[in-house]
T-cell receptor, first 118, second 113 residues
């Protein structure tokens, strides 16, 4: 069974600081997908990134970057020069195909609440 | 482009009353559809998923049920709500037979009083 662990429950940083959100996953499959979602106070889950298990290249998108390391089963998320608008709950998720079901299931971590203080 | 909508956005229901949350997806065919619940502890729990019309799989035993009367419509229901049913309900979809990104609706806040 898959599992996603986000050990950091809450993090507070001062604006313009860099912050890294940790994500560790467990899976028995060789093909899987990893995601990060942002949940602002409004509640909607906003997709940030998807990474498949065969692509270990790190990715940068503006102030966001992601470090995928299969050797440690981690998919960490770094925000550079944080801003108040980054305050939200961030979820890491793992997607695996359900055996014979033809659908992919997301397993979420419990989320990390990030507060950026002005 | 594909979009997903769910409603109502917010509702307050008394214990024992029925529930119906609706979700529709536009711009795609034969999507996989999901209902998630997020309780006060922030964790997201998969409740139901569907790979086609009339095909519903339940992940956890509970007071809720789901139906898919049309290809792009997914309904979450209850005959009699419990206090423990309170939470934030999210509908989601993904293209069929793929690991593509799962997209979420706006969510519905349910408070059972």
């Amino acid at each position: 069974a898959q599992k996603v662990t986000q050990a950091q429950t809450e993090i507070s940083v001062v604006e313009k600081e860099d912050v890294t959100l940790d994500c560790v996953y467990e899976t028995r499959d060789t093909t899987y997908y990893l995601f990060w979602y942002k949940q602002p106070p409004s509640g909607e889950l906003v997709f940030l990134i998807r990474r498949n298990s065969f692509d270990e290249q790190n990715e940068i998108s503006g102030r966001y970057s992601w470090n995928f390391q299969k050797s440690t089963s981690s998919f960490n998320f770094t925000i550079t020069a944080s801003q108040v608008v980054d305050s939200a709950v961030y979820f890491c998720a793992l997607s695996e195909e359900r055996s014979g079901a033809g659908s992919y299931q997301l397993t979420f971590g419990k989320g990390t609440k990030l507060s950026v203080i002005p | 482009s594909q979009t997903i909508h769910q409603w109502p956005a917010t509702l307050v229901q008394p214990v024992g009353s029925p529930l119906s949350l609706e979700c529709t997806v536009e711009g795609t065919s034969n999507p996989n559809l999901y209902w998630y619940r997020q309780a006060a502890g922030r964790g997201l729990q998969l409740l139901f998923y569907s790979v086609g019309i009339g095909q519903i799989s339940s992940e956890v035993p509970q007071n809720l049920s789901a139906s898919r009367p049309q290809d792009r419509q997914f309904i979450l229901s209850s005959k009699k709500l419990l206090l423990s049913d309170s939470g934030f309900y999210l509908c989601a979809w993904t293209p069929p037979n793929s690991g593509n990104t799962i997209y979420f609706g706006e969510g519905s806040w349910l408070t059972v009083v």
